[in-house]
């Protein structure tokens, strides 16, 4: 079953302006990590945070956890064409394997 | 794609036949993964592995099976293949650590199944 799910599925804006993506999971986690997937490509990691953080930040993006509604958000600010692709929270839910539960994915479209 | 490729990229088979997909590493990550991706899906998956000869299943293996005879090499085999297993299939890896890490990702083999 999926831990976690995004929201939107898909998301359309004009360059300059801001996204954000939501993202919902079902059960304890260790971490969350979001990660990129351009057209045709493999998933490339963009952040995590752990359970006991509640925000971080890296370059234009900024990540949200909120434990207690079993949540988290990013935030891509200033957005360029470039961040078009699809973008996929993780669930980390801990253990000695390190397995990772993905949601189904937001699809970005940044219009020049 | 972070020291991981897979092989072949692209194939085409027909329903029944055998299909063994290869994914290797060259940072000696320990643990490694494959998932498929389907639309409305998301990734979902398979067989894991957490050291040679150290295998595991996912969420959704039946009709595959996996090998790790070298810590670089992770085979994925799809004994009879059927239609429902056309999909791009991902291989990923990662390091053991003490802190949280990421897993890498290769660039994705899209299999289709006639």
């Known amino acids: 079953s999926q831990q976690g799910e995004e929201d939107p599925q898909a998301l359309s804006i004009q360059e300059g302006e801001n996204a954000t993506m939501n993202c919902s999971y079902k059960?304890?986690?260790?971490?969350l990590q979001w990660y990129r997937q351009n057209s045709g490509r493999g998933l490339v990691h963009l952040i995590l945070?752990?359970?006991?953080?509640r925000e971080k930040h890296s370059g234009r993006l900024r990540v949200t956890l909120d434990t207690s509604k079993k949540s988290s958000s990013l935030l891509i600010t200033a957005s360029r064409a470039a961040d078009t692709a699809s973008y996929f929270c993780?669930?980390?839910?801990?253990?000695?394997?390190?397995?990772?539960?993905f949601g189904k994915g937001t699809l970005l479209t940044v219009n020049p | 794609d972070a020291g991981i490729t897979q092989s072949p990229r692209h194939k085409v088979t027909e329903t029944g036949t055998p299909v063994t997909l290869r994914c290797h590493q060259t940072?000696?990550?320990?643990?490694m993964y494959w998932y498929r991706q389907d639309p409305g899906h998301g990734l979902r998956l398979i067989h894991y592995?957490?050291?040679?000869?150290?295998?595991d299943k996912g969420e959704v293996s039946d009709g595959y099976s996996v090998s790790r005879s070298k810590t670089e090499d992770f085979l994925l085999t799809l004994e009879s293949a059927t239609s429902s297993q056309t999909s791009v299939y991902f291989c990923?890896?990662?390091?053991?650590?003490?802190?949280?890490?990421?897993?890498?990702f290769g660039p994705g083999t899209r299999l289709t199944v006639t």
């Open positions: 993780a669930a980390n839910s801990g253990g000695s394997n390190y397995k990772l539960t």
């Open positions: 059960t304890s986690i260790n971490n």
């Open positions: 945070i752990r359970s006991n953080e």
């Open positions: 940072e000696n990550h320990r643990y």
């Open positions: 592995s957490y050291g040679v000869k150290d295998t």
């Open positions: 990923a890896a990662r390091s053991v650590g003490s802190v949280p890490r990421e897993q890498y």
